[in-house]
């Protein structure tokens, strides 16, 4: 059976930005922003590593995508691929009458992966309209401290991974 890929989006999913400082120091700096890992992430990549590829897809600049990838995945996991915001589709959400940017998994069946083996890791379930069945929802994280949510999702991935191989944890 193929690996499957997860992908990781990046803002309110496994970091947070902000031109604010919070209350403790900030992981890393990029441009003017302070930007904190969330709570849980190196607990997070070691546990999913031996079930899953990694990649990064955010609708984020591409020097921020390259920023963050750096500080994240250095030294913890190898990334398939890092896309930023030129490989999203851009739509008219008819809710909010606003742009929102579409990640249509389809784009990454070239990288050697079916889109059935694909999970999305994603605080943004309406990028992944194309594909909901491929999501996996985290809610957005603001900088708290306490913040357990992806432990929870790591244990969801993990059992997601593991029915998909017909293993048991």
């Known amino acids: 059976m193929p690996r499957q890929l997860l992908i990781f989006d990046l803002d309110e999913t496994l970091v947070h930005a902000t031109p604010t400082a919070l209350p403790r120091a900030a992981d890393f700096a990029y441009a003017s922003y302070f930007v904190y890992e969330r709570p849980g992430l190196a607990a997070c990549l070691a546990l999913l590593a031996p079930l899953y590829d990694f990649a990064v897809w955010s609708s984020a600049s591409r020097g921020y995508v390259d920023a963050v990838v750096a500080h994240v995945f250095a030294g913890r996991a190898e990334l398939k691929f890092a896309w930023a915001v030129e490989r999203c589709v851009q739509r ?29 890791l994603d605080d943004s379930p309406e990028k992944l309209v194309r594909q909901p069945r491929n999501h996996v929802a985290v809610r957005p994280w603001l900088g708290m401290p306490d913040d357990t949510e992806l432990l929870h999702a790591t244990a969801v991935l993990i059992a997601r991974a593991m029915a998909r191989s017909g293993r048991t944890a």
């Open 92 to 120: 008219v959400d008819v809710r909010t009458n606003s742009y929102v940017y579409v990640k249509d998994l389809r784009k990454a069946q070239g990288q050697g992966y079916a889109v059935e083996d694909m999970t999305m």
